[in-house]
């Protein structure tokens, strides 16, 4: 299991949970207070979240952070 | 919510799931692949982890990354 793995599959539902709660990355990063380009990086995968900006990202997207997890998780395989 | 919070939240949880797993910090640091003093910053809340550490500490107490995180969640409120 390495890190882009984990960083990838992360990406991957953030993407999606952004994109079902209709926002754009800007959007998200003004909510959860990051980088706008840092929401770009991670949803590719490019990097991956600390466990506060986890928190942060999950407030601002109305999910819970072990759900973000849990998603990812499944991912991981 | 600060990352002193969060990171204090997540230290209580993995203090207590490594107990209850009855594994030493230098026996996680050794099975997750992190720095022995690692362990011990995380546990006191003066480390917080990246996604891919929390996956490896969470395969090295046998416990799902989700379960951490939702543990921090309840005590971060």
Redesign the interface.
Known sequence: ?G?TT??AA?GAVLRDCRQKAGISQEALADSAEVDRTYVSLLERGLR?????T???LA?ALSV????L??R??VI?G
Do not use: C, D, I
């Open positions: 299991m890190s984990v960083a992360f991956q979240p600390t466990l506060e986890l928190f942060r407030r819970s952070p072990a759900t997890v849990s990812t998780t991981v």
